[in-house]
């Protein structure tokens, strides 16, 4: 059906001439015609317009030999949708007034009907859908639990989330519920996110390398991998966990397809700790895009070279930095598509 | 000479009946004694009145049974002997308002005679070990010369220190300019850190782990290793290199005589990665110490267990946090005095 299925190619583990390319955030600030947008509609105006969500899903598209799109929404729709008034005040990004700290706040929080509360995304992917006509692939996905939990109760970003470990760990009855009513919601809405046309899922754990090996194996994996046993039966589904190296030969185990990488980790070494069971995605420094072109272009070279051609899809280890000249993007993305083996 | 030289026996790899214990930012805002002082006196007044920076140090080893002092200061004091007017202000932190963004800012910076420019430090160790009188060892330490680019690029913290490393990536001879002239003064202000009287010297590599292995090995590691080289020939050189899993094998066969590790990493996975040529130290999660004292108790032990009794220095992954309360420090360092082989 897709006239460009390089990533599904990827993900099952067939061969391909050259790695898919797509980049984390490729939707965002550092293309001009999003900017554009941002001046006139606040962020969650853009997620949830539709019309606003698919053109700002298909702008990276329009420019760049991408191999995938991924639908411009956020991770803090799920807490929006249980019930958390998130918000995304300029300069502090995103924010909850009344940060979640009790068993009594879990309770309280709603079971929504995420057809009704979400539907908005949906309406963006069927608009999105009709555009791409089937030429490349749409990515869903949404935040781990444990990411989602991280917000919550933060209440905001934070260098170490101190305060959404210590109540895990001073209350972890209330954070396990938490985490059960984040995990039911998730599966509910990627299910239905796979209705309405992604031929892909990625969960992205943020901050899953906040924890300790055996604190991420009770807070994280476990709501992580619920979430892939289900979605794995309909689509592909890539688990992105930044700073969790620890954690890749438990997930090479999984039903995921692919596990993605962040730049602190040797191409090498991922291969020897997942063995070849998962494809590979990643792991190119988002800051290193602020190398001039010709340097990114030799890193890409033997990032492909050091990973192989062979389950693999070529992306950056976090989302595009807003700084980032648009011609290094592209040179990013065009070192991956002209990719020829030594 | 020193009546408890456990810390000295662990960094030598000779035989211990138990682990040294000291704690990362172990005088500081967790203690109430420690915020009397600090509503008197801003940060840097702190570290640079002798009197002050040696009550502070004495704090928690008046309090708790610890096997060594770490001198109050700050690693800032090195930018600042340059010339960079940093400043701590309340709520934001490291402060610099005009940071190193051109090959002619490096330039600029003065060439100190650390004993003038920071005989503040000298001072409050001479008082300290005064105080000491041998009891336990005195630790000296400086950061990385990376972390200190960091903090002298970017201005203030950062969660990614992405001007910092667009700085090297854009302009990488101002870049290894800068990072020369840190290693200089830094090597020469821990040399005469031991004429005062440090028995052991840590470098601390904070933002390490934002680099990839191939940047850490062109921006962090190689001035680290001038270091270790120079003021290991003096007395045994601690490296603690956060998120820095990626440099351990290369690390061990430094002339550093222990590594620090922080709590994202398995000790079995440490060990096998340094092969016991170190001593390692760390690395209980600084957020584990607001669980309840029966569980720190015992998530000690299986810490000990698992690095072994040998050439092990029991710590935290990073450093204490403010909120945590006295006891469970207390529990955490009890845990450690009382350890018993099974």
């Not at 300029?90 to 009344?98: R, W």
């Not at 796979?194 to 300790?212: K, P």
């Not at 090996?213 to 619920?226: C, G, K, L, R």
């Amino acid at each position: 059906m897709l006239k460009n299925d390089l990533l599904i190619k990827a993900l099952k583990g067939e061969e391909v001439a050259r790695p898919p390319v797509w980049m984390m955030r490729q939707a965002g600030r550092y293309l001009p015609e999003f900017m554009q947008l941002r001046d006139q509609y606040d962020f969650f105006t853009r997620c949830q317009t539709p019309e606003l969500a698919a053109e700002i899903t298909l702008q990276p598209i329009k420019r760049f030999p991408l191999d995938a799109a991924i639908i411009f929404s956020d991770i803090l729709v799920i807490p929006q949708a249980l019930g958390m008034n998130f918000t995304m005040p300029e300069g502090i990004g995103p924010f909850l007034a009344d940060p979640i700290r009790t068993l009594q706040d879990v309770e309280n929080l709603i079971d929504p009907d995420v057809e009704e509360a979400l539907g908005y995304v949906y309406d963006a992917m069927d608009i999105t859908k009709k555009e791409l006509d089937n030429s490349i692939p749409l990515i869903g996905f949404a935040g781990s639990p444990w990411t989602i939990l991280c917000y919550a109760v933060e209440g905001r970003g934070s260098k170490s989330f101190d305060k959404a470990k210590a109540f895990c760990f001073q209350n972890p009855k209330a954070a396990h519920l938490l985490l059960e009513k984040i995990t039911k919601t998730t599966i509910e809405y990627l299910t239905k996110k796979v209705d309405h046309g992604a031929n892909v899922i990625q969960i992205f754990d943020s901050w899953g390398g906040m924890l300790s090996p055996a604190d991420y194996d009770e807070f994280s994996w476990p709501y992580i991998e619920q979430i892939v046993n289900e979605i794995s039966k309909l689509v592909p589904v890539t688990v992105f966990a930044k700073g969790c190296w620890f954690a890749l030969e438990k997930m090479a185990d999984s039903k995921a397809s692919a596990l993605g990488v962040d730049w602190t980790i040797k191409p090498q070494i991922a291969r020897d700790l997942t063995g070849f069971k998962k494809t590979l995605q990643g792991n190119f420094d988002p800051s290193r895009l602020l190398s001039p072109p010709e340097v990114i272009q030799s890193m890409v070279k033997e990032m492909i070279d050091d990973f192989g051609t062979y389950k693999y899809i070529a992306n950056l280890g976090h989302g595009i930095l807003p700084n980032i000249p648009v011609e290094n993007a592209q040179a990013f993305i065009e070192a991956v598509v002209n990719y020829k083996r030594a």
